[in-house]
Every structure is written in C-alpha cells, then in structure tokens.
Nanobody, 129 residues
Framework: EVQLQASGGGLVQAGGSLRLSCAASGFTFDDYAIVWFRQAPGKEREGVSC??????????TDSVKGRFTISSDNAKNKLTVYLQVNSLKPEDTAVYYC????????????????????WGKGTQVTVSS
C-alpha cells in the first residue's frame, strides 16, 4: 500500500525557515515524481515544487524560486522528499501537501492536481508578519 505523509509544518515569523518532509512508504516505482502543492484558504491548490526520478528534473513555481529547495533521499529504499522553505512570507501560509505521480514525469510548468496518483495529508504552514 502506498502512503505519503507530509510533516514539518508550523508557525514561524516572516523571514523564518522550515523543513517539510514527505515520507513515502510502499513507493517502489522506477519512474515517478513527487510534487509539493499548497492550498491557502479560499484559493486553488497550487503546485509549488516538483522532483522527478525519471529524468532528474526539478521545478519551482515563480513565487518560491530562490527561497524553496526540493531534495530527495532514497536510502535503504525508503523515499523521503524534503522541501526546505526559507525567507518565508505571510503569503506562503497554506496547507502543504505532497503528492506522487507514477510513470515517466518531467517536472515543468504547473503540475495539475488531477495528474497525481497518490496524495498525503497536508501539513499546515503559518507565517506571521
């Protein structure tokens, strides 16, 4: 059974940092991508960052470029994808979700939520001004 679990959210002041983690269990696919989405109250779910095992591509939405960094660790066949979020702004406040897409996937543009095969429960990030 595939399970994705996001963690690491919290309440921080503007300018602060957090490290979000997405632990993927049962995720034994050769080709896949892990995408971080976020959803603020009253707004659509937005793809924030993506990392692909298929071709090593990574992508960030424009609003987080230079502030967020995605990385993955697949030691001992246990996949964890991290999102280091720095220089946080109040507009980064949202529930952050990690999602997985199986098969060949090139990270670019705007990831579509309906293109994901698996979702984890979100983790709340709140940035105070």
């Amino acid at each position: 059974e595939v399970q994705l679990q996001a963690s690491g959210g919290g309440l921080v002041q503007a300018g602060g940092s957090l490290r979000l983690s997405c632990a993927a269990s049962g995720f034994t696919f050769d080709d896949y991508a892990i995408v971080w989405f976020r959803q603020a109250p009253g707004k659509e779910r937005e793809g924030v960052s993506c990392i692909s095992s298929s071709d090593g591509s990574m992508h960030y939405t424009d609003s987080v470029k230079g502030r967020f960094t995605i990385s993955s660790d697949n030691a001992k066949n246990k996949l964890t994808v991290y999102l280091q979020v720095n220089s946080l702004k109040p507009e980064d406040t949202a529930v952050y979700y990690c999602a997985g897409a199986t098969g060949y996937y090139h990270c670019s543009g705007r990831p579509r939520p309906d293109g994901m095969d698996y979702w984890g429960k979100g983790t709340q990030v709140t940035v105070s001004s």
